[in-house]
């Protein structure tokens, strides 16, 4: 298994990046919050998550390990698969999942699209003992780009969501505030669709 991947950055969006080490061009799936930490960065080292299916090998990426120790917790629950805990993790921030987790916050995990009551239930259930004994992360991240709308509708159509429905939210949300950062336009989004 692959522990983290250094290289230069020849791609990113909001829902993946392409980094290159050696010659060799990696495509691996990300998280907002990883994406966001990527800003005006060229060379980086993402931590990694090989993910081995019959019809794929999928490499996740993820700019601190305690991100990455958040998406391997929620894939171990069942009826969670990667592409839904890396939804979880564009939707809020790991230290917040992990405090709604901690809490028993049924509501907030709720608030997430593709998770509803008895998901987010299974998920305090499962994961409550096994992340007390991590520290809560609540960093804060740094602004993204001018290209806001077009980042925004990029990641949810990676994220499987229809373009012209999510082009609807995201103007709607830009039209009541429109010094939003590309991350929140996109938690916003999902809260919407």
């Known amino acids: 298994m692959y522990e983290y991947i250094k290289g230069h950055i020849v791609e990113s969006s909001p829902a993946h990046c392409v980094v290159e080490n050696n010659g060799l061009g990696y495509f691996i799936n990300i998280s907002v919050n990883t994406y966001t930490k990527l800003q005006n ?18 490499l996740y990426g993820f700019y601190e390990t305690s991100e990455r120790n958040i998406f391997i917790h929620l894939i171990s629950v069942s009826g969670i698969g990667a592409n ?5 993790l564009s939707s809020m921030s790991p230290g917040e999942i992990q405090e709604a987790i901690l809490t028993g916050n049924v509501n ?16 305090i259930v499962d994961l409550t003992d096994k ?20 980042e ?4 949810l159509v990676m994220l499987g969501f229809v373009k012209g429905s999510a082009q609807k939210v995201i103007d709607k949300i830009l039209a009541a505030q429109p010094n939003s950062k590309v991350e929140d336009v996109i938690k916003k989004s999902l809260k919407m669709l």
């Open 152 to 155: 925004a509708l990029s990641a």
């Open 108 to 123: 907030v995990l709720k608030g997430i699209k593709g998770i509803g009551a008895k998901t987010a239930q299974r998920i």
């Open 41 to 58: 960065q060229k060379e980086i080292q993402l931590y990694v998550y090989e993910q081995i299916r019959e019809d794929a090998h999928n």
């Open 84 to 88: 839904t805990a890396r939804m979880m």
């Open 131 to 150: 992340l007390g004994k991590e520290p809560v992360d609540q960093k804060i991240f740094t602004e993204a780009n001018n290209t806001i709308k077009d």
